[in-house]
């Protein structure tokens, strides 16, 4: 039988992660985003999957502009520049 994402094996390392939402850090079973979330409602959003190695991004300012374009393409507004951004990816690092 195949495994879906709820399904997935538990990592321990994993047990004391701290989530960023709207620039708070939430333990994980804290963490909760609003039924009324135009990406929970209506699905808007656009994901793109950053690799860390050795405390650093890999290319992430490739990754960055794929992400920016693909939100400028549906009209979402990230709510923070691309220099913005950075930081909060760098205190997320920090926190974890």
Do not use: C, M, P
């Given at each position: 039988m195949k495994k879906?994402?709820?399904e997935a094996i538990n990592d321990e390392r994993n047990k004391d992660?701290?989530?960023?939402?709207?620039?708070?850090?939430?333990?994980?079973?804290?963490?909760?985003?609003s039924v009324f979330d135009s990406g929970y409602l209506v699905g808007d959003g656009v994901w793109e999957g950053i690799r860390l190695h050795s405390?650093?991004?890999?290319?992430?300012?490739?990754?960055?502009?794929?992400?920016?374009?693909?939100?400028?393409?549906?009209?979402?507004?990230t709510g923070l520049s691309k220099d913005e951004l950075k930081l909060e990816l760098k205190k997320v690092i920090e926190k974890n």
């Open positions: 879906g994402t709820h992660v701290l989530v960023y939402i709207n620039g708070g850090f939430f333990r994980r079973e804290d963490a909760k985003i405390g650093k991004f890999s290319f992430l300012d490739l990754h960055l502009d794929r992400l920016y374009q693909g939100a400028k393409a549906i009209d979402l507004d």
